[in-house]
């Protein structure tokens, strides 16, 4: 089961079918407890939709006052990136790959996220800038995982590598976030062979291509989100973008014009064009 957030409201996908429900709080989503069921008790009385009909809705980024944090360092591709691009040798990065506590910060509020094709910013003071194409937990206020979306964790490699306390400076700025397109309810716990997939498209030519299985990543969602939840409370849920093991090379920065396509199957493709802030 798949839920969207669209210009037509909610929008449940399953088994093949869509159904719109207008009238519903998006937030409510963050405070039920098994939600998939709670959205099968909707259907009834939302609006069957067939799939052309679907394909012409305009689908919104998956939040309204859902704080969007996230992990570093939870890759090995990750760790050896931040230490090439440290000025000082990037011994904090080894340091925070093998310790206890994994690396979490905010990322964004909902207004600097960007939702599925939508323009996402780089900085104009910065000179190296890549997308980091992550799996992202959709949270509940409770702490408990309810779903799954693709994120893109915009990144300003040269200012983070200038000095690591500029980490805030380098991730969080006006849309600096990509999240969408919508929310997979897994039934099952994720499968380690499910890959997340990114394209870079520069002058309608793949310039860049990569992939990943998630069970490359050292540290699961449930002991970030543990975490997480130690001295923070989410009153309307969260979104927790859990590291990217795709780092591009070095010589690599985006720019204005490119295209950033991230897909994990079975959530879908998030696709962002690349632009600077006016």
């Given at each position: 089961?798949?839920?969207?957030?669209?210009?037509?409201?909610?929008?449940?996908?399953?088994d093949g079918t869509?159904?719109?429900v207008p009238s519903y709080d998006w937030d409510t989503l963050f405070e039920v407890d098994d939600l998939s069921n709670h959205l099968r008790g909707l259907l009834p009385a939302g609006t069957l939709m067939t799939g052309q009909e679907f394909s012409v809705v305009r689908i919104l980024k998956p939040i309204v006052n859902q704080e969007?944090?996230?992990?570093?360092?939870t890759y090995f591709r990750s760790r050896t990136a931040r230490m090439e691009e440290s000025v000082d040798g990037g011994n904090v990065y080894d340091r925070v790959y093998e310790a206890e506590r994994p690396e979490l910060f905010f990322k964004a509020t909902p207004n600097r996220a960007v939702g599925p094709n939508e323009e996402i910013f780089i900085r104009e003071d910065s000179t190296w800038d890549v997308p980091e194409p992550e799996l992202t937990l959709a949270v509940n206020k409770q702490g408990k995982i309810l779903g799954y979306t693709i994120g893109n964790d915009?990144?300003?490699?040269?200012i983070e590598g200038e000095n690591p306390l500029y980490l805030p400076q380098?991730?969080?700025?006006?849309?600096?976030?990509?999240?969408?397109?919508?929310?997979?309810?897994a039934e099952e716990p994720l499968a380690d062979e499910i890959k997340i997939d990114l394209q870079i498209i520069r002058n309608e030519q793949i310039i860049f291509q990569s992939d990943i299985d998630i069970g490359q990543m050292k540290r699961k969602p449930d002991e970030l989100v543990g975490y997480l939840f130690r001295e923070c409370d989410f009153p309307n849920g969260c979104f927790l973008m859990t590291g990217t093991g795709i780092v591009p090379p070095n010589?690599?920065?985006l720019e204005v014009g490119d295209q950033v396509r991230i897909t994990i199957e079975p959530?879908?493709?998030?696709?962002?064009?690349?632009?600077?802030?006016?």
């Open positions: 089961m798949k839920v969207y957030r669209t210009s037509n409201g909610l929008v449940v996908e399953e869509y159904t719109s969007i944090w996230a992990a570093g360092v915009m990144s300003s490699r040269s380098a991730k969080t700025y006006e849309r600096c976030a990509g999240i969408g397109p919508g929310i997979w309810l010589e690599f920065t959530i879908g493709t998030l696709t962002n064009t690349v632009a600077k802030r006016i």
